[in-house]
């Protein structure tokens, strides 16, 4: 069989932890899947990594992978005489690897129960959602090329589609199991389940944080030095937002419970980050006004670069 470098292939160190190979799979995934990316060889990438990352997020199949040792990728080897037996276990050992695949050594690789039954193949999809979607939640319909074992025990690809249900206040980073939605297991054994890595689309307005929300609000130099009343967009409809007077730029004014719903109830919150905006050119009117106030101040902002207190 010829030697696939899965380490090469996810880009990371042979000693990378768990998170730090789950992180590179997420990212690779996410930029080859074949229903977003339109890069060639997408879908040819797409599996090699889907492939890597089947084998290194176990334990067990990682370490019998370690244990042949590292070679170029593409070279024709064999396992040694004894890998089968010290880490295949009773589904090894008569293996001939001659007509072996390497990716079909480790899907066959720690099946157990009934003779000949291999468990499905469990995949993961990254999904993207809006902010809108995630407030209220969603129903996905997924058209996926899931991995399958055919009569013989060999892996193939199958065209399907999956609906998923996403709850309201899914976040960034959340990861969904649907069970048995995965590959189809083959002669008896289990199906695997599906993963849907959760990402929020970037939106015109928002940015999330967990549940919590971030809006940044333009207000006018006298709004922020006298004080306002306005009236703030929600996920859930406007609401009217007390701006204190001294507002100063970066400020951030708390809206409870405007945030993303929480699975057991209650909402984060919405935060409006105050930014003070001037004007990019001023009428006469306006340059005397500002000239006027600039004249009757004695407000110094930078007084502590002085050593002075503000």
Same mark, same amino acid.
């Given at each position: ?138 129903? #996905? %319909? ?8 055919? *009569?013989? !025990?060999?892996?193939?690809? +199958?065209? &399907?589609? $999956? ?91 708390? #809206? %409870? ?8 109830? *209650?909402? !984060?919150?919405?935060?409006? +980050?105050? &930014?003070? $905006? ?33």
């Amino acid at each position: 069989m010829k030697y696939t470098d899965y380490y090469a292939a996810l880009g990371v160190e042979r000693g990378a932890s768990a998170d730090e190979i789950k992180k590179a799979y997420r990212r690779l995934a996410q930029k080859y899947h074949p229903d977003v990316s339109k890069e060639p060889g997408a879908e040819a990438r797409f599996k090699e990594v889907a492939e890597a990352y089947q084998t290194l997020k176990d334990a067990e199949k990682r370490a019998a992978y370690d244990a042949l040792g590292s070679r170029p990728q593409g070279e024709e080897f064999r396992p040694p005489p004894d890998w089968a037996s010290r880490h295949g276990g009773s589904g090894f050992e008569q293996t001939s690897f001659d007509d072996v695949d390497f990716a079909d050594l480790f899907s066959r690789f720690g099946a157990r129960g009934a003779r000949g039954a291999m468990p499905g193949q469990d995949f993961e999809v990254p999904v993207e959602i809006s902010i809108e979607d995630a407030f209220r939640g969603t129903m #996905l %319909s997924l058209s996926l090329s899931m991995p399958e074992y055919d *009569g013989n !025990g060999q892996m193939r690809r +199958v065209p &399907q589609t $999956v609906k998923a249900r996403i709850g309201a206040g899914a976040v960034d980073g959340q990861r969904l199991r649907l069970p048995g939605k995965g590959g189809k297991g083959f002669q008896g054994g289990r199906d695997g389940d599906l993963y849907l890595d959760i990402s929020l689309k970037p939106h015109a307005l928002y940015r999330a944080t967990g549940h919590d929300l971030y809006l940044d609000l333009p207000l006018t130099p006298s709004e922020a030095a006298l004080g306002a009343s306005l009236e703030i967009p929600t996920l859930a409809g406007p609401v009217n937002l007390k701006i204190p007077a001294g507002t100063s730029s970066g400020r951030k004014l708390r #809206l %409870s419970g405007r945030g993303l719903p929480m699975p057991r109830g *209650g909402a !984060g919150d919405l935060f409006a +980050v105050a &930014q003070i $905006v001037v004007p990019a050119t001023l009428s006469d009117r306006e340059r005397e006004s500002y000239q006027r106030l600039a004249e009757g101040s004695d407000f110094e902002p930078r007084r502590h670069f002085r050593g002075e207190a503000a």
